[in-house]
């Protein structure tokens, strides 16, 4: 079955950075879109980034954008999130997810599978 497993996430305090990891299986990564979402504690999820299937089209969200970069390996079916000068306001749960889509959009109805999240915590 399809797994999507995220990694990298943990305690840091503002101004920082992390890294973030998505590994996929049971699927054929290269073809589809890739994202990332996070959820804080009583809010609805949110999308962050997203990759298209061949990584030539990137989104970001305008909370994130200037200080983030998504990227993907299809030859390791994994995809990054680079997060720079983290703010407590990034702190949530990070999920993954993968979708089958011709245009690269960032609404969580297009992704068909996700993982079961990361914790990213901020401190200030």
């Known amino acids: 079955q399809v797994q999507l497993v995220e990694s990298g996430g943990g305690l840091v305090q503002a101004g920082g950075s992390l890294r973030l990891s998505c590994a996929a299986s049971?699927?054929?990564?290269?073809?589809?879109?890739v994202g990332w979402f996070r959820q804080a504690p009583g809010k609805e999820r949110e999308f962050v980034s997203g990759i298209s299937w061949s990584g030539s089209s990137t989104l970001y969200a305008d909370s994130v954008k200037g200080r983030s970069t998504i990227s993907r390996d299809n030859a390791k079916s994994t995809m990054y999130l680079q997060v720079n000068s983290l703010k407590p306001e990034d702190t949530g749960v990070y999920y993954c997810a993968a979708g089958a889509m011709l245009r690269l959009v960032s609404t969580t109805q297009s992704y068909d599978y996700w993982g079961q999240g990361t914790q990213v915590t901020v401190s200030s």
């Open positions: 049971g699927l054929t990564f290269s073809s589809y879109a």
